[in-house]
């Protein structure tokens, strides 16, 4: 696999960089002959010009170079032209000290949108070092590249190893950190049939695990290139900025010169005080700070979701968060976990509940149903003794019967309420009815069962609403934003879940392709909706959406692949923070844009009207510099609450 990585940047700090410091250590000498000139120290002319001169070869060839190269090619819009002629212009003032500082603080500037850049792709790259190059397969000597392995073999997993491929446990059982896929701190245990995923790490147990993927298929891979095309990906105020700084460059070019040719040859000025001002123009005039304010703060912000398992794919999707009117939720494995599970048991006619879940287990033992599943799970759970049963029916959709081996009356039937009815052929008492509509209003789904014509006891099974999910849609009320549920399901469940969660707009009974024209008429009302859903029946109506939000993410390719952004850790949690992301980050895009402006179109006036000052213009076109990559850089630390 190959991520395009140059070169290690895993040591944080400014002065790690070795650039940096060579750069402020060539500063610390020029300043040093500053401040000898500002007390009238004398120093030999030819000691000061050969430092000078070896400063400007290390630092400034390249820009030279290739601002020499602009000028043949009839390139204007070239920063290094500009930085080219305000260099040559203050050698030719004499004001050499100047010319040095100006290439050293724009190499500087340049030095510092790389470590912003590199620092905010550094979530990635910590991902990216995670993944191994090699594993060991099961019988094998040695260790065997993972491009070489092909899906179906079986690898060892020894404790401490990272995971290399996504797979299957086949042998053992283990804690497994996913902290770098989900962002989940505590580890998770895996048991044999469990799916692991490259790039996790395996704490305390042996694995055998049967690989699923080829190494370019994997969870981490197809996050990694995801996130690659999302940096490729510009935002608005991006593609703004690139096509206004191609003509930007030009015209500083040009309106330099009328500084320096009107005063001069129009009002008769002194040649060389507007030469001056012409050259203070060109240097605040470099458009870095404002190339660089926008992608710095966009990486920072997409590597600060990353680490918390939230995989953005592109600037514009957080920019889009900042004009989020609406978010539109599916119900069933988003709001809900899509397990059902057993919540009563009621037993009749003097039935324990013991007996009925029994019974009625041992009536779904032959079942693949997800219901029969967790009847079933409830009574190992409870330890209990699963009756036998034989002349096991199933009616599709209704019931099964069956002649069970422990119960003194062996005939049993279970199902809904019209297929026990039916099978007893006498009506279920009024109150046991009553019961059944009371569970049906809890949106949960009552599975009777029978003993020949004696009702037992009702099993009601419901879909749990995830412990996130209340405290999701309070937090995203209180950011102004209105929730709506689009589902599937019918009406009854529907509600039962929005009322239990303050969600008042629900769209019950809805098709795939429904869901999509719910979302085009919640646009049209409101404005840009986020779609949050599981990526499999929601792909239509995510698709159309401002942002589609894929949750459950993790190992599901569709899910990956079709939305905008993908919850790695199923969290709905990070719904509510990723739009505080993505208004902290177009804020800090608007700030960095308007102040590099700013300073800028001041010094501008300043040299128009004969007050510029090159020394001055140089330190504020680093300083804006530095100011917006800081800035950019502080979304790492971004946080909400």
Known sequence: MNYRMETDYRKAGLLSDKKIRQLIGAFLVILFFEVLSFFAIPISFWAKISIFTVLMVIFGRKVVIDGTKSLFKFDFSDINLLMTIAIFGAMYLGQFEEAVIIVILFSLGEALEDYGIRQSKSALEKLIQLAPKSAMPKGAKEKVAIDNIEPGTILIIKPGDIIPMDGVVVLGNSLVSESMITGELLPQPKFEGDSVYAGTENNNGYLEVR???????????????????????????????????????????IVAILVMVIPVLVLGGEFNFWFTQAVTLLIISCPCALVISTPVTIFSAIGNATRRGAMVKGGRFLEEMDRIKVVAFDKTRTLTKGEPEVSDIIPFNGFSTDEVLACA???????????????????????LPIHEFKDFKAIIGQGVTGECLVCENSRHCLGNLKFVSNNNDRSVEDYIVKKINELEEQGKTPIIISEQKTIKGIIAITDKIREESAETIKSIATQKIKSVMLTGDSERPAHYVADYLGITDVRAGLLPEQKDSEIQKLSREY????MVGDGVNDAPALARSSVGIAIGAIGSDLAIENADIALMNNDLALIPYLIALGRECSAKIRFNVWMAIGVKLLFILLSISGHGNIAMAVLADVGITIVVVLNGLSLFRFGHN
């Open 527 to 530: 404005g840009p909706v986020i």
């Open 361 to 383: 287990a041992g009536l779904e033992i032959f079942s693949e149903h997800p219901i029969a599943k967790s009847i079933i799970t409830k009574a190992q759970d409870l330890g």
């Open 211 to 253: 690989i699923s993927k080829k190494a370019k298929d994997t969870t981490l891979a197809k996050i990694i290139d995801l996130t690659y095309q999302s940096a490729e990906q510009k935002s608005r105020p991006q593609i703004f900025i690139e096509i206004f700084a191609r003509y930007y460059t030009p015209a500083i070019i």
